[in-house]
């Protein structure tokens, strides 16, 4: 899922997402696209995110607590 605009406040702003990054995975679970995104989002336990995502061609995580 490309990230194309990050909210002032949203969950994307404070995973530190930027234009133009690829989320390929939520808590170890790939990521198809963004209906699948909501959902994987939803369904975190005890709201601890690992965001697996492409930047410029390099693979990063993100955590969120």
Do not use: C, H, P
């Amino acid at each position: 899922v490309e990230v194309t605009d990050i909210a002032k406040n949203s969950m994307a702003a404070q995973f530190g997402l930027v234009k133009g990054d690829i989320i390929t995975g939520v808590n170890r679970e790939d990521v198809k696209d963004l209906s699948d995104l909501k959902k994987k989002l939803g369904k975190v336990e005890g709201k601890i995110y690992a965001i697996r995502i492409n930047r410029d061609g390099a693979t990063l995580y993100i955590t969120l607590r």
